[in-house]
């Protein structure tokens, strides 16, 4: 086991850029923080890179980390690689997963497509939700925050190393499908049906938009059916991410 004492170690330089989109991308690899998390990524086995741990803290007796590097740093680091204000001490880098898991979803025969969510909270929630329902990929447009975002991934609660999460062109992706065969439905307040007038099938693909405008018109023009979510109180509209876990659900019965 390494032991790093030193801030200005290469090492910790790097682990702490990997808290940007951009080195993300560069380095095809991100950061998770948590034994929840941690642990999530072990199970997977195939995408952890490394395990970093405070000298504060120790690693769970049930974890088999015999396969995998672990490193050992101060407190002081430690507390340089996370966002949040209670960190736990542990974290884990990861390989963003590889053509495979494109090969994977497009395999699958539900999914659920996500139009330029932008709060990280809401795009982690349907993350976690989409796992939860037991569809089979999440495909994430443009527009959308990062699904790499350390609060995508807390939000997630593992989710990304359950299912394919890619990054993609949603327009391509409806194309693909319906070219399958797989209906696909998109979420709009004008011109569409109430989502229970819709049978559940062994396969669909469920477009979900942008928390303050919704799916893209052009987007919208593409599906086979618009569906809304009949409001019964006084509010506006649900968060993108209840609606979302309503529709999923109710597709999937």
């Known amino acids: ?6 801030v200005n170690n290469p090492k910790v330089k790097q682990w702490r850029k990997l808290l940007t989109k951009k080195e993300r991308d560069k380095s ?18 195939e995408q952890i890179l490394e395990i970093i741990v405070s000298d504060q803290v120790g690693l769970p007796p049930r974890w088999d980390v015999s396969s995998t590097p672990v490193t050992l740093v101060t407190e002081e680091i430690s507390k340089l690689l996370t966002e949040t204000e209670t ?10 997963p590889s053509k495979n898991a494109e090969i994977k979803a497009e ?16 795009l982690g929630t349907m993350i976690r939700t989409a796992d939860a329902a037991g569809i089979d990929a999440v495909i994430v447009g443009r527009g959308s925050v990062d699904i790499y975002n350390p609060k995508v991934l807390r939000a997630a609660q593992g989710s990304h190393f359950h299912l394919p ?16 065969h797989i209906p696909v439905y998109g979420t709009a307040l004008e011109d569409a049906a109430p989502y229970t007038e819709i049978s559940s099938h062994d396969s669909f693909a469920l477009i979900v938009g942008n928390e303050g405008n919704g799916v893209a018109k052009d987007l919208l023009s593409s599906t086979d059916t618009n569906l809304f ?22 597709l999937k019965k």
């Open 107 to 122: 395999e699958g025969k539900t999914f659920l497509l996500i139009d330029a969510a932008q709060d990280p909270g809401n």
């Open 87 to 96: 960190p736990q001490g542990i974290y884990a880098i990861c390989r963003v």
């Open 28 to 45: 095809e690899s991100f950061i998770v923080e948590g034994f929840h998390l941690v642990e999530e990524a072990l199970k997977q086995g």
């Open 1 to 6: 086991m390494k032991h790093i004492e030193s």
């Open 165 to 180: 999460i890619l990054r993609g062109d949603l327009h391509d992706w409806i194309s693909k499908l319906q070219d399958k």
């Open 229 to 250: 979510i009949p409001i019964f109180g006084k509010s506006e509209s649900l968060n993108v991410a209840v609606a979302t876990g309503i529709l999923l659900y109710y």
